[in-house]
């Protein structure tokens, strides 16, 4: 007989689960997967890999071992069964911890119904080493009697597979932390860090950072979201910006989607984009079972955000770079290959799309009793994702035959259209340089060669090789194209699918901002919204990241913050399209960068400013606390943990719009075309996929300086339009708001300044003041109602009002820190320039103590109440004393939310 573990842990009740005791504790049951009753397997515990471990991996096991349930193929299943004792009769949730997805297997407990672990969410990844690392997975809930149970799991593979910790049964939620079994805590932490180890969040009432009375009582229920003008409204023609983040949640059980769906109101998200790139891959393969299985967990997660007031943005539904073709919808593309070109030129794909889009919008949602497109809690339809003309993947050289051949006829009928004939066309344009750097002309079969993305660009080589008249004639014919693609497109879905939806185009970048970036989003404006994908990142060394998805040892950076030289913070800089609303749909300060505290903060205050309409947080895959060095990972301290503050700023407008933009480029479109650029565009970083995929040119799109000073984008809103007729720019007078001896930046409004010499933002508004960056060398910062002391050397400090009063009024009052975080255990060391990555560390999370002093006007007399790290009340109180103009706090030191009311 195997040990078993019984233990009791405190929480409230969440996902009908049993009702607690009269003490508030629970009940939890663990067991080792390799102290079993019962098995066939030939040698279950010393397999071959992932089996023997050394004795430092095996530490991260609980009990030190994992069992590896895998053997010679056989006709029989392979079995384990256990006895399980079970303290009360109730509703238990069921997690095992084990190898990634491999070794898919059945359970079930007596003889209930089988049901199937195969490839559930993973959560709470620990690495034992590269590719090797144990994962929690959910397998369900069950009802069990008090007594034992036998508990049986076959293997699903004739040889097994994979390799399995532990099973713990749980009456309420489980936060997995390791081979901590429910309510342990490591405790250990790095000097001068203390430990990051939340308990469940059982989402309960009474939690002071909870925000859910932001969003609607059920997203949609006034009717569709809809723009007017150059921003969006609810149906009830309230304005709205959207709190997004990027999740994907169809892989897990219907309780985890719930709890997630609370979670993220509670942290004031209204919006939620979703991947769909299998659906297109499902449909294209002709895997009707597979697409419908898809569809059926899409339509619980929309359900799901529904009904916590959370509004859905289908995404990705086509990802040239990820969504092969094949030769039954369209000739030349064999078993796959990726088209760029073909949804714009071809109306017979046009068409295959349109009902592949059907397919996933009209069936009626069970849980909803609508279907997808006359939902109106599904605010956006996404037509592709990261996919234009303009980037450097556009070079016919490199399209299937089929796809060139078409788009050269396109541009051939363009050119009769507008010369009369191709000899015309050809001769306007004067004698041809090189024609090698493009495809070779067949003006006898009406197609005409096509320059690449790069060959349009602002950069040396380009210019010297092409023809200016041609590559006008084509750079013109590519932005018409797109153009009335996405108007016909747009068209098409709202009259002939019956979208009710937003439609929203691309929201990629191109091959040279200057030049073609802002006709690329001019283009978006034939839809309801102009994107932008666009991330921030460490810079590494050359083969310092080999795997751009992943942070691993032996990876070699260096740390950079946003807020002052050398580093750009590209994804703040986005010309916006006059009269059009705007969104950043993927955006991530990624790891293993030190400075992402500010990331949320930048958003509340600049994006506000600029006019942004949404801003999307990429990505969660986890719906609570994680400790690992993950690249696109939010579900720490320095980011998730910052949201209450930043995301109640930015929803109920802290930071004030300017009436006019400081900069306003009316962009003659004959100029545009003759590629002599715009005189601010947005400026961009290396996006590591991208880097993976066409090495050096990824991040060279720059060309030149700026003809205006690019710190206009923090004096206020720059915008641009494109015309018929003539160009102009109208400027504020950026003297009086840019202290070039300084290197003090102050918006028109006078709420934000940024210096850009010290790397420190500050923010001062009525409900909302603060600071973020190298604080320790600011010293003494005074505000109108706050003054800030910190003596860590980065973070930030918000003070927000939670009653909607202005400071010096507010009865409640969010002080609210960031430093940074990393697992414990985490190394660097240093390498010429840079940082290698010696160890990735482990659990908890580390977060650096804090070191902050806040002084608050009209605050005397009040109290500040610690709250533990997911908002709720603890019995301690901040260090306070008298300030004659209010009440001055001693932050506590392992806190980041202290409420004084």
Not at 78 to 84: A, D, G, I, P, S
């Amino acid at each position: 007989m195997h040990r078993m573990a019984i233990g009791m842990f405190c929480g409230a009740i969440l996902c009908g689960v049993i009702d607690a005791d009269e003490n508030g504790r629970q009940a939890y049951v663990w067991w080792e997967a390799e102290e079993f009753q019962e098995t066939n397997l030939p040698n279950p515990v010393d397999m071959r890999a992932p089996g023997n471990r050394n004795a430092q991996q095996q530490a991260k096991l609980s009990g030190g071992r994992w069992l590896t349930p895998s053997g010679p193929g056989s006709d029989a299943s392979y079995f384990v069964k256990y006895e399980v004792h079970v303290p009360k009769t109730g509703d238990y949730n069921l997690w095992t911890r084990k190898f990634w997805h491999h070794g898919p297997f059945r359970w079930r407990f007596g003889d209930d119904p089988w049901q199937v672990c195969d490839r559930l969410a993973l959560h709470d990844h620990t690495f034992l080493e590269l590719h090797w690392g144990a994962y929690w997975v959910f397998l369900g809930p069950v009802s069990l009697e008090q007594g034992v149970h036998t508990f049986h799991i076959e293997m699903l593979d004739d040889q097994g597979g994979g390799a399995i910790d532990c099973f713990v049964l749980v009456d309420g939620p489980f936060t997995p932390r390791g081979k901590l079994k429910p309510g342990e805590r490591a405790g250990t932490a790095a000097e001068g860090f203390f430990a990051w180890e939340p308990d469940t969040d059982m989402l309960s009432d009474g939690c002071a950072i909870d925000l859910r009375y932001l969003n609607e009582e059920q997203a949609g229920m006034n009717g569709f979201v809809r723009r007017d003008g150059d921003r969006f409204v609810l149906g009830d023609g309230q304005p709205v910006r959207f709190w997004m983040v990027q999740a994907n949640l169809r892989n897990m059980s219907d309780l985890e989607i719930d709890r997630w769906a609370r979670r993220l109101a509670k942290y004031g998200v209204n919006l939620v984009r979703m991947q769909l790139t299998d659906f297109f891959n499902h449909r294209v393969k002709g895997d009707h079972a597979a697409f419908d299985r898809e569809l059926q967990r899409l339509h619980y997660v929309v359900a799901a955000l529904k009904r916590e007031g959370i509004y859905s943005y289908l995404g990705h539904l086509y990802w040239h770079t990820s969504n092969p073709i094949t030769e039954e919808i369209f000739p030349g593309f064999g078993k796959g290959q990726n088209a760029i070109a073909l949804l714009i030129f071809r109306s017979r794909f046009q068409d295959w799309y349109k009902e592949y889009v059907q397919a996933i919008m009209s069936p009626v949602n069970p849980h909803t009793g609508l279907p997808l497109a006359q939902e109106p809690a599904v605010a956006f339809v996404e037509i592709w994702n990261e996919s234009n003309l303009l980037f450097w993947t556009f070079n016919p050289k490199n399209l299937a035959a089929s796809e060139r051949d078409l788009i050269e006829k396109h541009f051939g009928d363009w050119l009769i259209a507008k010369h009369g004939s191709l000899e015309q066309a050809v001769a306007s344009w004067g004698q041809d340089r090189s024609p090698n750097v493009r495809t070779t002309d067949h003006l006898s079969e009406g197609r005409v060669g096509l320059y690449s993305a790069g060959h349009l660009t602002s950069a040396g080589w380009a210019v010297n090789q092409r023809v200016p008249g041609r590559a006008a004639d084509q750079l013109q014919w590519m932005i018409e194209s797109t153009v009335g693609f996405y108007q016909t497109m747009r068209r098409d879905l709202r009259d002939e699918v019956g979208l009710g939806q937003m439609i929203s185009g691309s929201n990629w970048k191109t091959a040279d901002g200057k030049v073609l970036g802002g006709l690329d989003r001019y283009t978006y404006a034939a839809t309801d919204v102009v994107l932008r994908n666009e991330y921030f990142g460490p810079e590494y060394a050359k083969e310092g990241n080999p795997r751009f998805y992943s942070v691993d040892e032996g990876d070699t950076f260096r740390y950079a913050s946003s807020l002052k030289p050398p580093a750009t913070p590209g994804p703040l800089l986005t010309p916006l399209i006059e009269g059009h609303p705007f969104m950043v749909t993927e955006n991530n300060w990624e790891r293993p960068l030190r400075y992402r505290a500010e990331w949320p903060f930048l958003v509340a205050t600049y994006a506000r400013m600029m006019g942004v309409d949404g801003w999307n947080f990429f990505a969660l895959d986890s719906s609570d606390w994680q400790h690992t060095m993950s690249v696109w990972d939010l579900n720490n301290p320095t980011v998730l943990g910052q949201f209450p503050a930043t995301a109640l700023m930015f929803r109920r407008g802290d930071v004030t719009e300017p009436e006019t933009p400081a900069v306003l480029e009316t962009v003659s479109l004959a100029d545009a075309y003759a590629m002599k650029g715009t005189k601010l565009w947005a400026a961009g970083g290396r996006d590591l996929l991208w880097v993976a995929k066409i090495g050096e040119l990824e991040g060279a799109e720059l060309a030149g300086d700026y003809p205006l000073d690019p710190k206009a984008f923090f004096v206020g809103p720059v915008r641009q339009e494109f015309v018929d007729g003539p160009g102009k720019t109208q400027i504020v007078d950026l003297a009086g708001y840019i202290d070039t001896d300084t290197n003090v930046v102050r918006s028109m409004t006078g709420e934000l300044a940024w210096d850009f010499g010290q790397g420190v933002v500050t923010v001062d508004t009525p409900r909302a003041q603060g600071a973020t960056g190298f604080l320790k060398e600011a010293g003494r910062i005074a505000l109108s109602d706050v003054i800030i002391e910190v003596g860590n050397r980065y973070g930030t400090i918000l003070v927000v009002s939670l009653d909607d009063q202005p400071l010096r009024a507010s009865s409640r009052i969010l002080v609210q820190t960031a430093t940074w975080d990393q697992p414990y255990g985490f190394e660097t060391q240093p390498q010429g320039e840079y940082q290698r990555i010696t160890n990735l560390g482990g659990y908890p999370l580390n977060v650096e103590r804090i070191d902050m002093r806040v002084a608050i006007r009209g605050a005397a007399g009040k109290t500040a109440h610690i709250l533990d790290e997911n908002g709720y009340p603890t019995q301690r109180q901040a260090s306070t004393q008298a300030w004659s103009p209010g009440l001055a706090i001693h932050l506590p030191p392992d806190a980041i939310y202290t409420l004084v009311e």
